[in-house]
């Protein structure tokens, strides 16, 4: 045996060396360690995250503003402005009752100056520590009035969702933070796209085969009206998709849920803290959501560039018959007239003119609409005006029938702006000016909010926002698979009335425009637009049932 050999089994001190005895003190040593670094880590963090100042919910006597003696910080908070005590309160675990106690005992029973005297108590008991706490949790909710230029882009397709669906498209813009979601220009609309992107928060990528938009066939001398009346009917013709948009029930569920998500955060903050401007108010925040949704959904609305916008809700009809003295609503088809084949007949004797040589043209018959108001107008001025029109069709029980189970939209837009739509867009983006500089001011104003509250709001608010926008595009395109609109922008009134009477021409459809409902040309009935469901609901309010109207 070696000498190496003979001493490795010993160490400095002559005791045999024992392997396990090691490895034990070194996992107790590791673990002794770990602890404390824990201990002291997890300190500071709930210093960072959750630690506010301990606050007795003690109750508090109303003081009066002559008696100095009975501003007794002890009955307010039972803060010390001892820097070593202002560290434990704040290094100590979140106590919400306490919290939401002590902002309770300022503003209750007492008028508003005597509030704010209570209010100033309690700050001149806060600790430098704390005080710094809250400052920078006023100055991080402060990010709350910039957050709908966070969430994202405005977007073609949650403009499809505000026609296609108007209740969904409402809760979206509640959800938008005051963001504008929808394109303000025209050339946001006209753009053609194979499909859409979804700002590549939707999968796009799928399986499933989706109805092809319809080719436009532009052939000579066919004017694009006509083009675009060939692809309505054959998109009414298309008898693929006909789902009834459950998944789209479930979007709006979920933005009614982060909706309410960000009425509770609102409550959270306001029950703990005050406003040393509004000391007795408690629901400053709920205010605040409020006047943003309502400046969302006002700057929105109003910054669609088109005034004028014509729906009309399309499918298929069954065979009906209607009575020949329903109103017609579109122009007659060109009657043949036949006219002589020589312009110079005049010297030809009256007994062979009958025998002339005559040639076929078609004229179109001046349509004389006949309202409410029983003068003649124009197929637009026409529908604004409203035909007196009710009645029954027949079917057929003998024949068989089918329709269209699911409607789908066209919409005619015409391009500008009107001089009172001008002004609603100023004053629009006035009142969001407004109510971006007054969040501001009231969140850097608001006094003892605690920074865990301040960072949980902000990440219920903020993912609020992120969600619903990713909801409204999940919805879109799910109702865009069956391709449920057709879209053109034209540039005059006479242009959008020559589109709308080209569709209204087409036989077997029934068109839902403007409270009327007709069917092959003859309005059939009318209806009152604003308690409409579709008015509401959209496409998820389905088609007019015409089995109601039959005799």
Same mark, same amino acid.
């Given at each position: ?81 001892? #820097? ?55 100055? /991080? ?53 194979? &499909? ?130 329903? #109103? ?47 003068? #003649? ?110 879209? &053109?922008?034209?540039?005059?009134? /006479? ?6 009477? &080209? ?49």
């Amino acid at each position: 045996m070696s000498l190496n050999e003979d001493f490795s089994s010993f160490d400095q001190h002559g005791e045999p060396f024992l392997f396990q005895q090691a490895l034990e003190n070194i996992v107790t040593d590791t673990i002794h360690r770990s602890e404390i670094i824990c201990r002291r880590l997890g300190s500071r963090l709930s210093f960072l995250l959750i630690g506010i100042p301990r606050a007795i919910a003690s109750p508090i006597d109303t003081l009066s503003l002559t008696n100095s003696a009975a501003l007794n910080i002890s009955t307010v908070a039972d803060n010390s402005t001892n #820097p070593v005590e202002d560290v434990k309160l704040l290094t100590g675990a979140f106590d919400w009752k306490s919290w939401n106690q002590r902002a309770d005992g300022i503003r209750h029973h007492v008028d508003r100056a005597q509030c704010m005297v209570k209010l100033n108590a309690v700050l001149s008991a806060i600790g430098p520590v704390d005080q710094a706490s809250t400052n920078a949790s006023s100055g /991080a909710l402060t990010l709350l009035p910039t957050a709908g230029a966070l969430i994202g882009a405005p977007s073609k397709e949650l403009w499809m969702l505000y026609k296609l669906v108007p209740i969904a498209g409402v809760l979206s813009m509640m959800l938008s933070l005051g963001g504008n979601i929808v394109p303000t220009e025209a050339s946001g609309y006209k753009k053609k796209v194979p &499909r859409f992107s979804y700002m590549g928060l939707v999968r796009t990528r799928s399986n499933e085969v989706e109805i092809e938009e319809p080719e436009e066939v532009l052939e000579q001398e066919e004017s694009d009206s006509r083009v675009f009346a060939n692809m309505v009917e054959r998109r009414a013709k298309d008898l693929r998709g006909g789902q009834r948009f459950m998944r789209v029930w479930i979007g709006i569920i979920l933005q009614l849920f982060w909706i309410g998500v960000v009425m509770v955060a609102c409550w959270f903050i306001g029950s703990g803290s005050i406003l040393f401007w509004w000391c007795k108010g408690w629901g400053w925040m709920w205010l605040w959501y409020l006047t943003v949704a309502a400046s969302s959904i006002l700057e929105n609305m109003a910054g669609v560039p088109f005034t004028d916008q014509w729906t009309l809700r399309v499918s298929r009809a069954p065979k009906v018959r209607i009575s020949e003295d329903a #109103p017609l609503v579109r122009q007659p088809k060109p009657t043949a007239v036949f006219w002589p084949a020589e312009d110079n007949l005049s010297d030809v004797p009256l007994d062979k003119l009958k025998n002339a040589p005559t040639v076929q043209v078609f004229e179109e018959v001046p349509l004389v609409r006949r309202t409410a108001s029983g003068r #003649p107008t124009e197929i637009l001025d026409a529908l604004r005006a409203g035909f007196n029109c009710t009645g029954q069709v027949i079917r057929d029980s003998n024949e068989p029938w089918s329709s269209s189970r699911v409607p789908f939209y066209v919409i005619i837009s015409q391009e500008g702006v009107s001089g009172p739509h001008a002004a609603l867009r100023v004053f629009s983006k006035a009142f969001a000016i407004g109510v971006f500089v007054t969040g501001t001011a009231i969140f850097a104003s608001a006094q003892l909010i605690a920074m865990s509250m301040a960072i949980a709001v902000l990440c219920l608010v903020l993912a609020a926002g992120v969600f619903g926008r990713v909801i409204a595009l999940w919805m879109v395109s799910e109702m865009m698979k069956t391709k449920p609109v057709l879209h &053109r922008v034209v540039n005059s009134r /006479a242009l959008a009335a020559e589109y709308i009477d &080209r569709i209204l021409k087409i036989d077997g459809l029934v068109v839902d425009v403007m409270g009327h409902v007709i069917v092959n040309g003859r309005c059939i009935q009318r209806h009152n637009q604003i308690f409409s469901l579709a008015s509401w609901l959209g496409l998820l309010a389905g088609l007019f049932n015409i089995g109601k109207l039959t005799g």
